[in-house]
């Protein structure tokens, strides 16, 4: 069982850049592949970011590549998304996502291959 608490959100102007951090607990944490999704008001949860569970391989969605970047602390049961020049198509509500399957090297772009989701934080940028 993991449990994730995810933090950062906050608003700010376009541009500018943020840090979200998504905490874990639980013993698997560190075996599992971990994923940010996104959810705009009226809209599908879409996938963002996804990190394997020694960091070495990471998946981004075409949106965000070159812009945001996932890293894991196992160390520290924390995953990180960092997020520079935001841009108001950003705003969303921010979900961290430990996967179902524990022991694998692979990353996920599917919501359907996460089990654990946080409640997520906002992030809301200004134009």
């Known amino acids: 069982q993991v449990q994730v608490v995810e933090s950062g959100g906050g608003l700010v102007q376009a541009g500018a850049s943020l840090r979200l951090s998504c905490a874990a607990s639980?013993?698997?944490?560190?075996?599992?592949?971990m994923g940010w999704f996104r959810q705009a008001p009226g809209k599908a949860r879409e996938f963002v970011a996804s990190?394997?569970?020694?960091?070495?391989?990471?998946q981004y969605a075409d949106s965000v590549k070159g812009r945001f970047t996932i890293s894991r602390d196992n160390a520290k049961n924390t995953v990180y998304l960092q997020m520079n020049s935001l841009k108001p198509e950003d705003t969303a509500l921010y979900y961290c996502?430990?996967?179902?399957?524990?022991?694998?090297?692979?990353?996920?772009?599917?919501?359907?291959?996460?089990?654990?989701w946080g409640q997520g934080t906002q992030v809301t940028v200004a134009s």
């Open positions: 996502a430990a996967a179902n399957i524990a022991y694998t090297s692979r990353t996920y772009g599917s919501e359907n291959e996460y089990a654990y």
């Open positions: 639980g013993r698997t944490f560190s075996n599992r592949p």
């Open positions: 990190i394997s569970r020694s960091g070495g391989n990471t």
